[in-house]
T-cell receptor, first 111, second 113 residues
Framework: DSGVTQTPKHLITATGQRVTLRCSPR?????VYWYQQSLDQGLQFLIQ???????AKGNILERFSAQQFPDLHSELNLSSLELGDSALYFC??????????FGPGTRLTVL | LAKTTQPISMDSYEGQEVNITCSHN???????ITWYQQFPSQGPRFIIQ???TKVTNEVASLFIPADRKSSTLSLPRVSLSDTAVYYC??????????????FGTGTRLTVIP
């Protein structure tokens, strides 16, 4: 158990819909990262937040957005969902530059 | 343009040393190299991180040549429980503003009894 929690564990929805994925980082970690893992694209970095502020963006689509709240939990919002958005979405938190602790992931299925 | 590439798969017998290489020709000056292990349906788990030369911890060693365009994860005396997918991650995991982080394509290691 990494100490990072993600909800829900599974999510099934239809094309065109909007969903919100939630992440609670380890106690004390100020940085939160979001990643997408799909069979054809592998693990891709989406976005990083540090203490409530966006710090870095990776391959995040404009249909996707994220935020980090004052209690440091983070949400990833995915809208106008397409079949290709089906993937595992991981959140990670970090106490330092050395390592990231990954949550168990949310498996999103878009039908 | 892919920033990191790895062999797709490797097989090894129990007790052998395994070396997995990651190529990162476009590595930036401030980039670190980090290796993660991932089991099915789980999030990646940190193994080791380095910037240059050699780093060793209780589970692995990481070798980085002077030009830093590749790195090699070395797992000593693997066991069946080391069967997993191994990823290299190149980027600057700086809390004040990470550079874009690039995971490698992953290497599926199968340890054979």
């Amino acid at each position: 158990d990494s100490g990072v929690t993600q909800t829900p564990k599974h999510l099934i929805t239809a094309t065109g819909q909007r969903v919100t994925l939630r992440c609670s980082p380890r106690s004390g970690d100020l940085s939160v990262y979001w990643y997408q893992q799909s069979l054809d694209q592998g693990l891709q970095f989406l976005i990083q937040y540090y203490n409530g502020e966006e710090r870095a963006k990776g391959n995040i689509l404009e249909r996707f957005s994220a935020q980090q709240f004052p209690d440091l939990h983070s949400e990833l919002n995915l809208s106008s969902l397409e079949l290709g958005d089906s993937a595992l979405y991981f959140c990670a938190s970090s106490p330092s530059v050395n390592e990231q602790f990954f949550g168990p992931g949310t498996r999103l299925t878009v039908l | 343009l892919a920033k990191t590439t790895q062999p797709i798969s490797m097989d090894s017998y129990e007790g052998q040393e395994v070396n997995i290489t990651c190529s990162h020709n476009n590595i930036a000056t401030n980039d670190y190299i980090t290796w993660y292990q991932q089991f099915p349906s789980q999030g990646p788990r940190f193994i080791i991180q380095g910037y240059k030369t050699k780093v060793t911890n209780e589970v692995a060693s990481l070798f980085i040549p002077a030009d830093r365009k590749s790195s090699t994860l070395s797992l000593p005396r693997v066991s069946l429980s080391d069967t997993a997918v191994y990823y290299c991650l190149v980027g600057e995991p700086d809390q004040t503003g990470a550079n874009n982080l690039f995971f490698g394509t992953g290497t599926r290691l199968t340890v054979i009894p």
